[in-house]
């Protein structure tokens, strides 16, 4: 240690025998400064460790123990040689938030980058707060947080820097992984300082820095961990290996509320290396199992093939009538008829009977699976004191919540690691294939590694909703529009919550209601549509289906009214009223005329094209951050090929300029993966596709030419994970239309028949 | 003698049944998991590791068919994760989720060794059987290119 910084800080502990008393700020509130734990004053400078109680993978702990000093959050720990450990509290599954948020806390602290390691927190809302990374809402939430924990470490480590340099604060600035004094520009590393900074009280209102002033925020930065992506060293949920480890495959009756009938194990039970066949019964909760059989063996390839020959009868229970094809077709007859009123504002009869033109349009969609490339996959081992988890996963709370409960114990006394996941979209927020590794690890006594079949992942999933909406609008002579039926029909995520719901719930026609079209003469009706299977979560949701509904047909409407369709979208923004927030409402006009305007430029909507080709355009707001795309095909009989694709976000201040980029080119994939190709179907009641040949997601040759086009914007920064996705399909039906002039309404627009 | 298989230069007996995918032969009885399991029947490509030299989908390929021969996986592509693809990856930032990329990189280093010059087209068809769901083709492509461009100047 500098011999300095260890005059100052024998200087501080006798001031500290003088008077005994240890500074300790009392706040720790999520709400303001959040997460600036004092734990480590509080513990006792020099020898304070490592006191995250979750965190208990051997690597941490050595590495903690033995150097880190400075740990004024439960985020941010420096070790002595000047080691930046940063956690990422929100679960990563590729939409490199894990990157983003550290990197906020580097920045306010004026920390190196280089000297960065980021490691995924293992699940502890006490410490990390909200855990459970859904909604695109991990930069909503915590990005200001992250800022004030790097700004307040920052001061602290400004003080100990002043003691030393025996002057004052105010002398003192950080750049860089140094303090420095400015008026001799003496310098001391973080490192140096991390044990005397230890000391200082955790400042309450640090002084964050201004646009001008960030060094990582808005700038593109490489994701921490792609060098071990490349050499194959990253590990994912299904890559944890313990001691002893068994390896389980498993089984569900493929209709949702079925039950086991009957399975025979005798045979299985005798093949070499099975341990043990085991039932999972469900348990009251959305998350839980469906229900199935396991077999637990000696490694992956015993456990399938044992499987595959387990005689497994299922009574399949009353969704074994749900044929998608007939529900579709009802679902469209729900909305095509009056239906259950959500919300009315003004007058849409008399628009409707005083209007210069009438349009009206149907839209469709089916269920899809999230399919990530990896599996759902968990290791559990559930012991008499210690229930522990490796797993993939969105939501370490809810896993903690439905352990718990399976086992009859303390949610805080089920230690989850978070591990990477191989993707998510939204399936890894149900943890039905932990609570199944819990079941299987009890039974065995043992730890337990769990892999679904890429199968069972597609046929026994949490799906996006099957839907269909109605729409009519009126038209006056300018072509403004001047009323709006709007009537959706989806089984919704609700279902799983709420047992015998028979329609979408008012909440979940948010989107149609507080549009910022906001139109006056306004009706919407949601139609009947039980559920028959479970529903959960995809990327985007239901702005999938309300972003192809909308942009479609003002694209539909704009043709009726005879403009282009960037001039019709301007206008209808123009004439729309506020409905309840004026100012929310101009906000949301100007930035989503601002998105549609920057893609349309790029895009050169408008230009001659030769015979075949069309440019379509649609915007979207959804999760808080604006997206316009435009889509650019050439349509040759069924041959639709999507050239180019120019994207156009606003999203507030962006944290990662590259990450941004990604996240939209991520979200065309998907999106065009879902505009053309992508359904899942039942057949009495189970689905019908099984693997990547009869659920084809989109592959390379696709690929379109992706232009990101971000709006520079000094406000609030808002997530990216999802908003790409909802504008994709309405601007690519609109293209095709320009290019042929034929109206897809129904997705995907290329269906395989399966 | 039993009968072994040569996996990034080190001979290991093949002491497993002899029907067992070499994907799960490197994942649970070595633990070498960098090779990745996505569909379990060669439609995605995760799996993919070289055999002598060739793209192989080792999800569908049993461990008997492979005594004798080398295999390649990612953890044996490169001595420090220098590769020029591996390398290339990281220029472009490909990864999001990166469980796919392995599999990627492995399929696109075998294609390379045999078409240093590969057109838009070639591309296309040497890469389409590998999936990826975070949707990183366009960067994919952009890191072969820019490699089988280094390749051919250096020619």
Redesign the interface.
Known sequence: MNEHVLHALNEWKASQKQDDTIPTPIDTSMSRRGFLKTMSIASGGLALGFTIPACSTTETKKQASAEVKFNPSGFIHLSENGDLLLYCGRCE????ISTALPSAVADEMEADWQRVTVKQADGNKELYGPQNTGGSASIRKMYQPMREAGAAAKEMLIIAGAKVFKTDVENCYAENHFVINKLNNQKLGFGELASLAANSPVPEKPTLKTKDQFKYIGKAL??H???L????????G??T?LPGMK?AAISHCPVLGGTLKSVDKDAVLQMQ?VIDVVEITPIKHPFSSLGGVAVVAD????A??ALAQLKIEWDLGPNKVYNTKEYKAQLVKNVEKPAELVTERGDVAKAFSNSAAKVSATYTGGHLCH?????NASVVWVQNDSCEVWASTQSPEDIQTVLAQYLGREAKDITVHVM??????GRKFKCDYVHEAAVISKQINAPVQL?W??EEDMRTGYYHSINAQHIEASLDEQGNITGWLHRAAFPSIVSLFQQGLDRAPANALGQIDNHPFAFNNFRSETGYAPAHTRIGWYRAVYAIFYGFAFGTFADELAYKAGKDPVTFLNDVYDNSTPIKNKRKHAEQVQRSKAVLALAAKHSGIGKELPKGEGIGIAVHYSFNSYVAMAVHVKVDGDNIKVLNVDCAIDCGQVLNT?GAT?QM??????GMSLSLYTEISFKDGAVVNS???DYP?????D?P??RVHIVDSDEKPTGLGEPGVAPFAPALSNAIFAASGTRYRDLPIKPLTV | MAKTININGVEHPIDVDENMPLLWFLRDRLEFIGTKFGCGSGLCGACTVHVDGQATRSCIIPISALAGKSITTIEGLSADGDHPLQKAWLEHNVPQCGYCQAGQIMNAASFLATNDKPTDEDIDNAMQGNICRCGTYQRIKKAIKSVAYDLAKEV
């Open positions: 599954m590729g939409q490199g490489d994701r961990d792609q060098g992506v490349v050499e194959g060293k990253r590990t994912y299904v890559d290996k390896y290396g490694n992956s390839w015993i399938q093939r399919a990530p490339m990896e599996p990477m996941a191989g993707g998510a979209f892999i079949s890429r590259d990604a080119e991520g979200a065309v994939v998907m693997n990547f040949h997601v989109m592959r390379t040759s690929m030419n992706v």
